[in-house]
């Protein structure tokens, strides 16, 4: 009889066939989607750099747009002041020459001034004060004294000025030129592009060369040569200015002066009289105030008296129902009623009597004030004296009236012919 054969080895079971198949299909999902992810992840990483790297590009070629804007800026900033400067100095040669030519010496006055300073020292007290008429008058002093050197002391100046001029001008041309040739190399930065012909590769190209500077020290760099050409031109014109003035002015400097003088002068007597005036009206004030308080006091001593008088009887009565007999000496309404009249009668009277002696420490303060303002209003009424006489004796200054103008213009740098070669004081 035949009999059925079986192949040896491990059989498996019909769940673990159908585990099989279920984790098959599981693993080929979670496959494909890890899949999908990751290429999902792969186009969002291609996205983003692509628009990282475009974005870049952008930034650098708009910051290298702007520096070349900002390098420009300065380059015409630098170009104008050359221009500035060279002008400035044709300018500044001819007034130095104008000025060679007009050294004059001065006669000045003196007295006055020294006479109305000793004047003033006689003031006193609170008014020895140093105020702009006294300042105006010692550099009345300092102008008469300075006068005389201040033709010869320009002319120097000028000399000065001059080689701080054509310093600035190199500074300003070397910084110039650095500035072209930077130009030229970012507009060629910017003219790259991926399909430029002459881009490749660089050893090392995010080193830093040697001599790089920060971008803060470009700036103080740049601004430190503008402010230096600006200052050279600035205080060459003014130079020009006070030299076209010293010329022109050196005929009519102290009449300038006696009149600024004179002008602090009038407003301090103006002020004087109004403090003086000020003065008068507080006195008067503080005399009715005195008055006032004075008929206060005696009218607090009359209630003061009149409220002892009242007291005085309400002590009498006090004292009289004392003397009641026997029974009849009884707390009754009228004993509790004279009691708090005269704890009433005795609180109104220390209150007045406070009130008084306020009065009297306020009328002891006014008395202190109306010496002090009569003391200071006699202080006041000297000054003004010594300041009118100060404006009598100003009356002897005497000042030129001869008139200058500058052989050149110190604004326009243009050339005038002088109305006199020959400047003296009258």
Not at 73 to 88: F, K, N, Q, V
Request: proline share 2%; hydrophobic share 35%.
């Amino acid at each position: 009889m035949a009999s059925l054969s079986v192949k040896p080895g491990q059989r498996f079971t019909l769940p673990d066939w159908q585990n099989n198949s279920i984790l098959i299909s599981a693993d080929a999902e979670q496959q494909r989607y890890n899949s999908h992810h990751i290429r999902q992840e792969g186009r969002a990483l291609r996205n983003e750099t692509g628009n990282h790297a475009r974005w870049d590009e952008h930034n650098s070629r708009t910051q290298l747009k702007d520096r070349i804007s900002t390098v420009d800026r300065w380059r015409e900033t630098l170009a104008r002041l050359l221009t500035e400067i060279e002008l400035e100095i044709d300018a500044l040669t001819k007034i130095k020459e104008a000025a060679e030519n007009a050294i004059q010496a001065k006669n000045l006055c003196l007295d006055v001034a020294i006479e109305c300073l000793t004047f003033r020292e006689s003031r006193r007290d609170i008014d020895v004060v140093r105020d702009p008429v006294e300042e105006e008058l010692l550099r009345e002093v300092k102008v008469i004294e300075k006068t005389k050197k201040d033709l010869q002391q320009r002319v120097d100046d000028a000399f000065k000025q001059l080689c701080l001029l054509k310093e600035a001008r190199q500074q300003l041309s070397s910084d110039y030129q650095h500035k072209v040739e930077a130009l030229e190399l970012d507009r060629q930065c910017v003219s790259f592009s991926p399909t430029s012909g002459n881009i490749s590769f660089k050893v090392n190209p995010t080193r830093l060369p040697y001599g790089t500077t920060a971008l803060s020290e470009w700036e103080q760099t740049s601004q430190r040569n503008k402010e230096l050409a600006e200052g050279a031109l600035k205080a060459s014109v003014d130079l020009r200015g006070a030299i076209t003035l010293t010329i022109a002015q050196t005929n009519n400097e102290l009449d300038a002066q006696r009149i600024a003088t004179e002008f602090a002068l009038r407003k301090r007597i103006r002020d004087m009289e109004a403090a003086l005036n000020e003065l008068r009206w507080q006195e008067q004030n503080t005399l009715e105030e005195i008055a006032e308080v004075e008929e206060d006091i005696r009218q607090l001593e009359e209630e003061i008296r009149k409220r002892t008088l009242d007291l005085k009887v309400a002590h009498t009565r006090l004292e009289t129902r004392t003397y009641r007999p026997h029974t009849e000496l009884c707390r009754d309404q009228a004993q509790y009623g004279l009691t708090d009249e005269v704890q009433q009668l005795e609180g109104i009277i220390r209150a007045l009597q406070q009130k008084r002696t306020q009065l009297q420490d306020t009328l002891d303060a006014l008395y202190r004030q109306l010496h002090r303002i009569q003391t200071d209003i006699g202080y006041k009424t000297n000054s003004l004296q010594l300041d009118n006489k100060c404006m009598d004796t100003r009356k002897k200054l005497v000042v030129p009236l001869e008139k200058f103008e500058p052989e050149v213009d110190a604004v326009n740098r243009t050339r005038n012919l002088p109305r006199n070669s020959q400047l003296e004081l009258a």
